[in-house]
């Protein structure tokens, strides 16, 4: 079993940050790509950014050089860090990860639970 768990949203004024982490465990044994998504109400869920293995990184137009994303390998979690904030950033933020689980084993896609973000006017 792997779990990807998503902390660090909640609610904070425009122009404020906050920092997401998401933490995988479980039966890994190499992490891929990971990122962040999100989906507002009544919107589809669209990439944010996301982060190779070896440290490669995109983002969505609207959040560069705003936000960013990093990794530790180590602790098999990835990061956002989110600075800058609109109200139009509000939502529910979903980590992903391409996870193998063993040794020649192809990735498959886990997502976490999500965690919302909220940003006021």
Do not use: H
Not at 7 to 34: K, P
Not at 56 to 66: E, F, I, L, M, P
């Amino acid at each position: 079993q792997v779990q990807l768990v998503e902390s660090g949203g909640g609610l904070v004024q425009a122009g404020g940050s906050l920092r997401l982490s998401c933490a995988a465990s479980g039966r890994i044994f190499s992490i891929n790509t990971m990122g962040w998504y999100r989906q507002a109400p009544g919107k589809q869920r669209e990439l944010v950014a996301r982060i190779s293995s070896g440290g490669s990184t995109n983002y969505a137009d609207s959040v560069k050089g705003r936000f960013t994303i990093s990794r530790d390998n180590a602790k098999n979690t990835v990061y956002l860090q989110m600075n800058s904030l609109k109200p139009e950033d509000t939502a529910v933020y979903y980590c992903n990860a391409g996870i193998g689980i063993g040794l020649g084993s192809s990735w498959s896609d886990y997502w976490g639970q999500g965690t919302q973000v909220t940003v006021s006017s």
